[in-house]
């Protein structure tokens, strides 16, 4: 593309969590993605398959301005060349005031969670909720001064803080209330809400009147994803002919996809907002109008293009050659599915295991889950830049070049 | 097929047959043309107009008396140009300028054209258009001056498309190409009918500062017929599928048709399909921007006989054998489904939208793309027709209840208690006539005491019983 890319200066930014999955592509962002420019920061991506081709990330997105800092529990791993790395724990005030100190930063964008797979109740709440808090109240100057005054605050929060786990969402917006207390079945949604709702109540509250907003991305996939993307590969390698052919339900829900990359960005946008919307406020110049207001307010992202939930897994299947077509498919009514998983789980239950077929998973094959992002194309002038085959087929890349590299050192 | 074939055809699929009764008994034209005071060339036109379309003669004549003839008309000029540029045995020299000024022959008494050649299937329009010529004069002048306007613009792209076939091949290279093709056959059409219809103040005149929408409409319809008709158009040696397209499937065009590449061939007929499904969503839009029945129904049974045909077509290896089309069954379910409201068309686009997504494969290298597009479709359909509002999920989570949900409890309440009050007037009556008939018995001297003496002491059956078991014990 020739068209000029624009410019998005964000000054001195702290990621914390910035060694995790989105964490990552954000420092990669903000660095002008060295994973692309930089041979030592590559990632894995299979060579001479046209499948896997794409033009460069760098081209499509902004070009940024900032200097880049990280703050993780550990940050040996996921390290890209050209930020400052820190250790520290966001639930110790002591270990956030020294990182503080030492960056300055402007701009504080806090994606640290604990992973949802791993985590138990205490963990859950101490990191997310009063991580989270420690965090703000570092940032905001309420622990004493460390030399600085962080102007802004953007927090990753997650699109199912709206959602109850069984119910259908289509097309919802951020008009729907938070989901918690006996409707919420997810501990790690839970706790999520309570932390965007800390955030977003802290909006101009501080001493240093620091400005609040959070993001909502639902289904994130893509290079280094761990967990989805890695999970239905796995599946997809090792299930036999006749599993792959049975699909829960009739494959007409619809269900949100969303590239990293775009929830980086969007990000990114965010926090550009901020810093815009706190200088207007210092300089006196009036706040935003409500239908333009960034601070204070969540969003949803997500790749507005939501896929029927079967093909996105087939689609991975097929990019490692285990294709099934639709003649073949053997679509099991919901509503039968939900009984054996019930059965399952009693049975199974008995001897204190969980079976590979829950409720919960039937029911989340089943649904139709999508989002709104209206409220971030008007306010944040967010839209996605990679689409979802490109998403899903980089995702799938790095995770097929990633096991061919590993296997071969281990041969070796 | 005969009259038997369908017939036959018929008793083995009940339910086009029923699609087609219920077409012709139930559906009513919204305004129904009086063709009693019809002049000489408003005759001639109806009668041109039947002879010359097939599909769209039925719509037209049901359309408001206000557009009616200014439509007919319309379709009628169009048809006309279209005859001039597809009669190959004109030289290009006479076509050109008879393309390029047709607009001016339409307020030329009198005017008609009579150097097609005889097989040419409309030459009669052509050799009476002087019928045309009158009734366009007879128009309001601000209807006359867009039909004007079309005619030129349109004219002048075909004059155009010649010119470039003549100097080298009009075979249809990009993309591009092919959507500004299809705009000039079909897309002016558009805006020339939303132009009608905003100035008969049928149309939000929002539609004319969207022009996207209208092109979209032409442009679904246009690039149906272009993907249905390969093979016709390939046997008279038509190319319209873009190099751009089919090049990425197979290296040249005829192999598309050869038993070999059948794959090939259905990836590149699904990657036409996903290019024409992009439009769809802009046809919904533009639907919803229409205030008059009829004329919603002109536009929308087009385009849902449209993505039907795209339906039938998607990965569908007959249509590089031969020309295939919608049964007459769907034709009218889809005429029905089609002449409600945008709400009922919505749901037919839904159902064959998930139709193509039900034959969508993984070895298709759009097989994403494609299943974007459907959830796009569907997505818009949600934006203009919500399933979920945030005041239930709101309700839900406060627990408070709807007027709606209270007077349901409410009706449920009372229909319990109403329940309740028949059971009880059922037992009374059953009291009063067992009494009743209990008395009749005692006043004709039934003895209930030596019954209920029996009872208690144990002998349920009748004496006669007891009897029989005796006289068995005495035998033995």
């Not at chain 1, 786990?165 to 209330?177: K, N, Y």
């Not at chain 2, 001056?145 to 613009?153: E, N």
Request: charged residues 25%; proline residues 4%; aromatic residues 10%.
């Amino acid at each position: 593309m020739s068209a000029k890319r624009r410019t998005l200066e964000l000054g001195n930014v702290l990621v914390v969590g910035g060694c995790g999955f989105l964490g990552w592509h954000i420092v990669d962002h903000l660095l002008n993605f060295p994973s692309e420019t930089d041979p030592s920061a590559a990632l894995p991506k299979p060579q001479d398959d046209a499948r896997f081709d794409f033009p460069t990330l760098g081209s499509r997105y902004p070009d940024y301005k900032a200097k880049v800092s990280v703050v993780d529990l550990r940050t040996s791993n996921n390290r890209l060349p050209g930020a400052t790395y820190y250790d520290g724990d966001i639930t110790s005030v002591d270990s956030m005031m020294e990182v503080f100190r030492a960056v300055k930063p402007d701009l504080v964008i806090h994606t640290a969670t604990p992973s949802v797979l791993e985590g138990n109740k205490p963990l859950l709440y101490k990191v997310n909720v009063e991580g989270t808090r420690t965090l703000l109240q570092v940032a905001g100057g309420e622990h004493g001064d460390w030399g600085g005054k962080c102007k802004a605050f953007v927090y990753t929060s997650s699109s199912s803080v709206v959602h109850d786990t069984q119910s259908d969402l289509i097309h919802v917006d951020e008009s729907w209330p938070l989901i918690r207390g006996k409707l919420q079945q997810e501990y790690y949604s839970e706790t999520k809400a309570d932390a965007e709702e800390i955030v977003l109540k802290y909006n101009r509250q501080s001493p240093t009147n620091m400005v609040t907003c959070a993001v909502r991305p639902a289904g994130i996939h893509g290079e280094k994803d761990t967990t989805v993307t890695h999970k239905i590969l796995e599946h997809g390698a090792n299930a036999s002919d006749t599993v792959l052919k049975m699909q829960l339900g009739n494959n007409d829900n619809l269900f949100d996809f969303t590239y990293v990359g775009n929830v980086a960005y969007a990000h990114m946008l965010a926090g550009a907002r901020l810093l815009a919307t706190y200088d207007r406020y210092e300089s006196n110049q009036g706040g935003p109008l409500d239908h333009e207001r960034v601070d204070g307010e969540a969003f949803n992202i997500t790749n507005d293009s939501p896929i029927y939930f079967w093909d996105a897994t087939r689609a991975m299947w097929a990019l490692i050659d285990r294709v099934v077509e639709p003649h073949e498919v053997w679509s099991l009514p919901e509503g039968l599915m939900l009984s054996i998983g019930g059965l399952a789980e009693s049975v199974m239950n008995l001897f204190g295991k969980t079976p590979r077929l829950t409720r919960r998973t039937v029911r989340y094959s089943c649904m139709t889950r999508y989002y709104s992002i209206e409220k971030a194309r008007v306010r944040l002038a967010y839209l996605p830049v990679i689409p979802v085959d490109e998403g899903i087929a980089r995702a799938v890349g790095y995770v097929v070049e990633k096991q061919r590299q590993d296997s071969g050192k281990k041969g070796l | 097929m005969g009259f038997i074939g369908n017939a036959a055809y018929l008793v083995f699929h009940p339910l086009q047959l029923r699609s087609i009764i219920q077409w012709k008994v139930w559906h009513n034209p919204p305004h129904e043309r009086d063709a009693k005071n019809d002049t000489e060339t408003q005759k001639q036109c109806f009668k041109f107009l039947d002879l010359t379309s097939r599909s769209f003669s039925a719509v037209i004549k049901e359309l408001h008396p206000e557009l009616l003839l200014p439509i007919c008309v319309f379709y009628l000029v169009l048809r006309g140009l279209d005859t001039i540029e597809d009669d190959t045995s004109i030289p290009f020299a006479t076509k050109e300028p008879l393309l390029r000024n047709f607009k001016d022959v339409l307020t030329q008494d009198g005017w008609n054209f009579t150097g097609n050649r005889p097989e040419e299937k409309d030459r009669e329009l052509l050799v009476q258009f002087q019928n045309v010529v009158a009734e366009f004069k007879n128009m309001k002048p601000a209807y006359q001056a867009i039909i004007k306007d079309i005619t030129d613009k349109m004219g002048n792209g075909m004059a155009d498309y010649c010119a470039k076939a003549e100097k080298d091949d009009a075979s249809v290279k990009t993309i591009e190409e092919y959507d500004l093709y299809c705009y000039y056959v079909a897309g002016l059409v558009g805006e020339g009918l939303t132009r009608l219809f905003v100035e008969a103040e049928f149309g939000n005149p929002a539609l004319l500062k969207r022009p996207k929408l209208h092109k979209s409409m032409g442009l679904f319809l246009q690039k149906t017929n272009i993907i249905r008709d390969i093979r016709e158009d390939f046997d008279d040696n038509r190319r319209f599928w873009p190099q751009e397209i089919w090049s990425k499937h197979v290296d040249n065009f005829e192999d598309l048709f050869k038993p070999e590449y059948k794959e090939a061939a259905l990836n590149c007929n699904s990657e036409m399909v996903l290019n024409a499904l992009e439009h769809a969503e802009e046809c919904l839009f533009y639907l919803a921007g229409l205030r008059e029945q009829s004329v919603f129904n002109f536009c929308a049974i087009p385009q849902s006989m449209a993505i039907a045909t795209m339906e039938l077509c998607f990965r569908n290896y007959d249509i590089f054998e031969r020309n295939i089309k919608i049964t007459k069954g769907q034709a009218c379910e889809l005429m029905t489904e089609s002449t409600q409201n945008l709400h009922v068309l919505c749901q037919t686009f839904r159902r064959l939208t998930r139709a193509i997504h039900k034959k969508n494969t993984p070895k298709d290298p759009n097989f994403l793309k494609i299943s974007i597009v459907c959830g796009k479709i569907e997505k818009f359909i949600e934006t203009i027709f919500p399933t979920q509002k945030a005041e239930d999920a709101q309700r839900r989570v406060t627990g408070e209840i709807t007027a709606e949900q209270a007077k349901k409890r409410e009706e449920d309440a009372e229909n319990k208690s109403d329940v309740y009050f028949l059971m009880g007037l059922m037992g009374i009556i059953i009291l009063f006539v067992a009494g009743t008939m209990m008395f009749a018995a005692w006043m004709l001297g039934a003895r209930f005491d030596l019954a209920w003496k029996e009872i208690t002491s144990g002998n349920l059956r009748p004496p006669s019983y007891y009897k029989e078991q005796g006289q068995i014990h005495g035998e033995l």
